[in-house]
């Protein structure tokens, strides 16, 4: 069973790209009575080692990332607003009016533009670049700001984790799911030798699991993700991408890598016997830490196992609790049939 608390534990944690210590630490209290080996190495990554009933035959690697995007302070202005960039791939759309916190007290601001009664034209209809935003957190001058904020520092959505009887909402869920699902099957008791890898910097390139999956040299890797699900009216159905309630997302092939097809063939196969949910992600889009992992040293037989989610990369990710069952349920089962 997913354990809601701890998911919402890991999603309320700030760990922008690049500042992941964070959520780190939760992972580490979580898994240090668990695991035989652990390691952070000079990246930031978490590196577990848990030894399963038998030796496997073969590396396995389950990889999550810790990160989340965000925003970075770049600027202050004169009269104390603060300038900021974006960290990892955001719609600038849904910025304006936001409340977010910038850097470890969390101190707390609004992402503001020019006021609507002062746009005319086209100006009116249009979405404002980043450059053109800016944080009030009430300074009224630079020196006054600079008491509170840095420049460099990490800012993150101002949200709260809700659930009902179906649904979770929340930021971060991409990926913290992933982290959540590999906290688990550290607990639970394993068929096979297994490595299990936290990894950084997903959102800005796939930057730790290229390292991580250089330090580890596995044969075999499971990336336990989120991906994007755009079930919502006025999408047509072949447009959907993957939806929420139908299980496990199966990638096949995205921008970043055509995936191990005996292994996807495996999921779908496992999903079936065990009478869990499945479905293809039906998209050739967007990418995820396996881009880097399939390619490491000789390569990487490698499967994305990934949870439906709308608005991902927002303030309120929205995901399916059935579908997180379904995922822990495959994923632990494949961690014993890849070598069977």
Do not use: W
């Not at 719609?91 to 304006?96: A, K, T, V, Y």
């Not at 906290?183 to 991580?212: C, H, N, P």
């Amino acid at each position: 069973m997913i354990d809601y608390e701890l998911l919402k534990k890991l999603c309320s944690a700030r760990s922008v790209s690049g500042d992941e210590n964070s959520v780190r630490d939760i992972i580490l209290i979580e898994i240090k009575d668990y695991v035989d080996k652990i390691k952070i190495d000079n990246l930031g990554n978490l590196i577990a080692f848990k030894k399963g009933k038998k030796t496997a035959p073969k590396k396995l690697m389950l990889s999550a990332h810790m990160d989340e995007v965000g925003l970075m302070v770049t600027d202050i202005t004169s009269d104390g607003f603060v300038k900021f960039d974006e960290v990892g791939g955001l719609d600038r759309r849904i910025l304006p009016g936001k409340r977010v916190n910038i850097g470890k007290k969390a101190l707390s601001g609004v992402i503001g533009i020019k006021p609507v009664h002062l746009t005319k034209g086209d100006e009116r209809e249009s979405i404002p670049e980043i450059s053109d935003m800016y944080i009030d957190i009430g300074a009224d001058s630079r020196e006054e700001a600079e008491k509170y904020v840095n420049y460099g520092d990490s800012i993150t959505f101002d949200s709260k984790f809700t659930e009902n009887d179906y649904t979770i909402t929340s930021k971060a869920i991409d990926d913290r799911f992933g982290c959540l699902v590999l906290i688990e099957l550290i607990k639970s008791e394993l068929d096979y030798d297994a490595y299990f890898t936290f990894v950084v910097q997903e959102e800005v390139g796939l930057r730790g699991a290229k390292v991580a999956a250089y330090t580890v040299n596995p044969d075999y890797a499971i990336v336990v993700e989120t991906t994007t699900a755009a079930d919502i009216p006025e999408v047509d159905s072949s447009k959907q991408v993957c939806n929420l309630g139908k299980g496990a997302v199966i990638s096949f092939m995205d921008r970043r890598t055509i995936y191990d097809k005996e292994l996807v063939k495996l999921a779908f196969e496992r999903a079936e016997k065990l009478g869990v949910n499945a479905q293809y992600k039906r998209a050739v889009a967007g990418g995820n830490d396996s881009g880097e992992i399939h390619k490491s040293r000789g390569g990487v037989r490698t499967l994305a196992v990934s949870l439906a989610c709308r608005y991902l990369h927002a303030p309120n990710c929205t995901a399916n609790k059935a579908d997180c069952e379904s995922i822990l349920t495959l994923v632990r089962d494949l961690c014993t049939q890849i070598f069977e």
